[in-house]
């Protein structure tokens, strides 16, 4: 198993472009989630996803859209970059909504926004 | 508004000693605090996680404490050893009738064992 995949590792974009952040996962997971790691304010939840078709905000969801058409993909899509979207990104998943439940995280994405 | 309070924000710790980490929370539908671990350039990676039933939970050299009442946990590392350096962040989540793994994060404590 891969795990939970994530690419690219780092991305550099300017001001309003656009670009989408790929996560996959191996494992048959049907939750997957969308965190974003700035220093000294932790880890916080953009989207997240309880299977297939289904989505929902987090924390921190302006800027961020999410679509899961497959079990496997979550991918994360950035409309018009700004600064303030300079971050590490993590995908992570697990294996039920239902139950809390030991999450897995990707290797993240480094994104800066000039 | 940081529901999970997390402190001190770095750490440094000699070979040997023990290390601790406070969380504090306010929201009472808390109910399960893990604890993740994070090297530089990786994703964090579940620790070690406890429900309020218990007051203690141990894994090898890690060990949860909780106090329900005081609404605080902290995670002590015995014989700290220097691969233990690493990021730490405590978390907690509730059973809020959706998603039940959304967890909030704590800020992260950096913490560094000195060989």
């Known amino acids: 198993n891969a795990g939970v995949t994530q690419t690219p590792k780092f991305q550099v974009l300017k001001t309003g472009q656009s670009m989408t952040l790929q996560c996959a996962q191996d494992?048959?997971?049907?939750?997957m989630s969308w965190y974003r790691q700035d220093p000294g304010m932790g880890l916080r939840l953009i989207h997240y996803?309880?299977?297939?078709?289904?989505?929902d905000q987090g924390e921190v969801p302006n800027g961020y859209n999410v679509s899961r058409s497959t079990t496997e993909d979550f991918p994360l899509r950035l409309l018009s970059a700004a600064p303030s979207q300079t971050s590490v990104y993590f995908c992570?998943?697990?294996?039920?909504?239902?139950?809390?439940?030991?999450?897995?995280f990707g290797p993240g994405t480094r994104l800066t926004v000039l | 508004q940081q529901q999970v309070k997390q402190s001190p924000q770095s750490l440094i710790v000699q070979k040997g000693g023990i290390s601790i980490i406070n969380c504090a929370y306010e929201?009472?539908?808390?109910?399960?605090f893990p604890w993740y671990q994070q090297f530089p350039g990786k994703g964090p990676a579940l620790l070690i996680a406890?429900?309020?039933?218990?007051s203690e939970k141990k894994e090898g050299r890690f060990t949860i404490s909780f106090n329900k009442s005081a609404k605080q946990f902290s995670l002590h590392i015995m014989d700290s050893q220097p691969g233990d350096s690493a990021t730490y962040f405590c978390?907690?989540?509730?059973?809020?009738?959706?998603?039940?793994?959304?967890?909030?994060f704590g800020t992260g404590t950096l913490l560094a064992v000195q060989p």
């Open positions: 494992m048959n997971h049907e939750y």
């Open positions: 929201n009472t539908a808390f109910d399960y």
């Open positions: 406890i429900r309020p039933d218990v």
């Open positions: 978390a907690a989540s509730e059973v809020d009738g959706g998603a039940t793994n959304k967890l909030i």
């Open positions: 996803s309880v299977g297939a078709g289904i989505t």
């Open positions: 992570a998943s697990s294996y039920s909504w239902t139950v809390q439940n030991e999450q897995f």
